[in-house]
């Protein structure tokens, strides 16, 4: 996940006055000027693109124009992850999400993606609803039963289905890649420029393999590969965060604050203990909410993201839990999911994430297998594996039918363009960059060599120069590229 959205209402009308997809290709946007250097506007795009004379939606767009008219290139997209996260509040960061001479020649475009932030966006739930969904993930432990587990991931089909009835069909993945396209023709783009992180290189490569013909100049960071499905996505995700936490455990080990003085193998072994006494007898947490094994290990995958500051916090929050505080697992937790100190959510930011994996992906989220898949997960990834593996219950009551995308993911014909692999990534493992770039024949790979999740904007100049020059003249370094983080 990355940055919150606000609160918006979900604008549809049943007036969709006959439009075909010509007539919103030819829409004329208007740009209104929404603090400082930005111009916010919205663009129309049909609920369902099989019937773009029925109901319509608001897609809202944030732009920070290019600062020299003479060197503008074009429009680059970006999108920040999620599924969920605004790209709106992205796009306000434009000054940290690319250099100042890429901000010269394009003109940055955030864009929330249907069903997020300003962009036709509704909550299912309400606040406690929330808490219910966030604490009920993972394997039954004390404070979190079989049948908690099961109320919580009906309770979001049934509230998401009651307020948005057949709209629900229309929120993945595959509708916002036609988003994108129709942005683009909007826009006046030829082709569209993107640059997508995490969650949103899933967007640029089912883009990049349904409108390969239209691909200008993508960078994809932090890379999802496509073509995998809900339950070897989960097996590798919980391979790629026991890979970070022996990197944050070689890393703590040798500093007199560390929680735990000892071998890598008796520090991996005592994380398990303190997970297992979290287990056995959930601690006191905030506002009256257990801290379950769940929100342990949630707190875990939300420091271990970020290298920087992550791990310093999770080393205090582990400190925490011999005195039988859960405090600061929340403290950790509550960044992660985006919730305020009045227990407030301000976006549908952790609803959105479980309503666009659960029409993106095609699998047995059934309680068998997915209690099947937790034993066989804890044998290679004996902290996350459980829990990952059961995060996709929610998925066996969904009401609709997966959406996967219409064509062979491959793109092939596409114009060539960049990925970015970090090798220690805990989210999004660096051996999908490399499986993507096989399975890919126009993309180029960059390897970062460190910790935390993607590799641009993070202090690497090999990173960030190869980039520059890519997205300014379109040339690639020479093969193969490696650099440090």
Not at 139 to 166: F, H, I, W, Y
Not at 181 to 208: I, Q
Not at 264 to 293: C, H, I, M, Y
């Amino acid at each position: 996940m990355a940055m919150g959205a606000s609160v918006a209402v979900f604008l549809t009308t049943s007036q969709s006055n006959g439009w075909s997809y010509s007539d919103y290709q030819k829409q004329k946007i208007t740009w209104l000027a929404c603090g400082g250097p930005f111009l916010c506007a919205d663009v129309t795009v049909p609920v369902d693109y099989s019937n773009p004379g029925g109901e319509r939606m608001q897609l809202s767009l944030v732009k920070y124009p290019a600062t020299d008219s003479k060197k503008r290139l074009g429009a680059l997209l970006v999108n920040p992850g999620g599924p969920g996260a605004s790209g709106v509040q992205y796009g306000y960061a434009a000054e940290y999400i690319v250099s100042k001479e890429v901000l010269e020649a394009y003109d940055l475009i955030g864009f929330d993606p249907r069903g997020v932030g300003g962009s036709s966006a509704e909550r299912c739930l309400t606040n406690s609803e929330t808490d219910r969904l966030i604490e009920a993930n993972g394997p039954p432990v004390d404070g979190l039963d079989m049948a908690t587990l099961e109320a919580s991931s009906k309770m979001l089909a049934t509230r998401c289905q009651e307020k948005l009835g057949n709209r629900l069909k229309f929120l993945g993945s595959v509708e916002v890649v036609r988003d994108m396209d129709l942005m683009r023709a909007v826009l006046g783009e030829e082709k569209l420029n993107f640059l997508g992180k995490s969650y949103g290189t899933y967007l640029g490569l089912v883009y990049a393999s349904m409108f390969p013909k239209n691909v200008g100049r993508f960078v994809l960071d932090g890379v999802v590969d496509p073509k995998l499905s809900a339950n070897e996505l989960n097996k590798a995700q919980a391979i790629g965060f026991e890979i970070a936490l022996d990197a944050f455990l070689e890393d703590c080990l040798p500093k007199k604050s560390c929680f735990f003085q000892g071998t890598l193998e008796q520090a991996r072994a005592e994380v398990t203990k303190l997970q297992e006494k979290v287990g056995k007898k959930a601690l006191n947490g905030k506002d009256e909410r257990l801290a379950t094994s769940s929100i342990f290990v949630l707190a875990m995958v939300a420091s271990l993201y970020d290298s920087e500051t992550g791990w310093s916090a999770l080393n205090k929050a582990l400190q925490d839990i011999y005195q039988g505080e859960g405090a600061r697992l929340f403290d950790l937790v509550n960044d992660y999911v985006v919730r305020d100190a009045k227990g407030r959510y301000p976006s549908n930011e952790n609803e959105i994430a479980y309503i666009v994996n659960c029409i993106d992906r095609t699998d047995d989220a059934s309680p068998e297998r997915l209690a099947s898949d937790a034993r066989k997960f804890s044998g290679f990834a004996p902290h996350f594996g459980p829990y990952i593996a059961w995060s996709t219950l929610p998925c066996h009551y969904w009401p609709y039918e997966p959406v996967r995308p219409p064509v062979e993911l491959n793109g092939a014909g596409a114009a060539e363009f960049i990925v970015i692999g970090t090798t220690r990534d805990p989210a999004t493992p660096y051996a999908w960059a490399t499986e993507v770039t096989a399975k890919f024949e126009s993309a180029f790979l960059i390897t970062a060599d460190g910790d935390g999740h993607t590799g641009h904007g993070r202090g690497s100049a090999c990173v960030d120069s190869a980039v520059d020059t890519y997205l300014l003249s379109g040339e690639l370094p020479a093969r193969p590229l490696r650099c440090a983080l």
